[in-house]
């Protein structure tokens, strides 16, 4: 099982350049979300989903634009990339309900990608 | 916005010693999670607690849900090399769910030989 599949893994950008982050998952998650990771700052959730159409502002919106036109896909849009969304960008998905005990609560991530903007 | 705040930053311990650390936060939360973030890999659940007071083990790994449900503790028993990397405290305002998770800045463990 893939789980959670990002791409790219890596990116070097121009100040002004925009990008788009790709994520998929094969679980069939409702659930899905963006993080972005900063030494010190730990996991900040940028935007998310709760299902096919739907996206939702998180913790530190501005600058990113999101799209989840398909359940098992969520793109993280730059459109004028900055120095400061430099970073290690995470996206996860979970069930809508589960149970504690079931062995697959809690958010499944992908490996990550890391950003940097020059 | 609100953080979870993790202590310690950071430790360096010896194998086979036990590590202790800590979560808390300012308001409450109904379920805590416990990550391990491994050099370049995602965060990986280790442990999901949903009731005050709540213990629970997972190897070598115990945590506790405090009773105020503004804090939990993540203890490690006879540590070795493959405990290092980041941990991660997570709460959820929902009871039962996983959504919207809240992350604390994080434990990074290093072992020595």
């Known amino acids: 099982n893939a789980g959670v599949t990002q791409t790219p893994k890596f990116r070097v950008l121009k100040t002004g350049q925009s990008m788009t982050l790709l994520c998929a998952q094969d679980m069939n998650h409702e659930y899905m979300y963006w993080y972005r990771q900063d030494p010190g700052m730990g996991l900040r959730l940028i935007h998310y989903?709760?299902?096919?159409?739907?996206?939702a502002k998180g913790e530190v919106p501005d600058g990113y634009n999101v799209s989840r036109l398909k359940k098992q896909n969520f793109l993280l849009g730059l459109e004028s990339a900055a120095p400061s969304q430099t970073s290690v960008y995470f996206c996860?998905?979970?069930?809508?309900?589960?149970?504690?005990?079931?062995?697959?609560?809690?958010?499944?991530f992908g490996s990550g990608t890391r950003l940097t903007v020059v | 916005g609100q953080q979870l705040n993790q202590s310690p930053q950071s430790m360096f311990i010896q194998e086979g010693e036990d590590v202790s650390m800590n979560c808390t936060s300012s308001?409450?939360?109904?379920?805590w999670l416990w990550y391990k973030q491994d050099p370049g890999e995602g965060p990986v659940l280790l442990i999901a607690?949903?009731?005050?007071?709540e213990l629970t083990s997972n190897g070598r790994l115990t945590a506790q849900f405090g009773i105020t449900r503004k804090d939990s503790f993540l203890n490690i028993s006879a540590s070795i090399p493959s405990d290092v990397g980041i941990y991660f405290c997570a709460g959820s305002r929902a009871a039962g769910t996983a959504s919207k998770l809240t992350f604390g800045t994080g434990t990074r463990l290093q072992v020595t030989l």
């Open positions: 996860a998905s979970s069930l809508l309900t589960g149970t504690v005990r079931s062995s697959n609560y809690g958010y499944t």
């Open positions: 989903s709760v299902g096919e159409g739907t996206t």
């Open positions: 607690l949903y009731k005050a007071g």
């Open positions: 308001s409450i939360f109904n379920t």
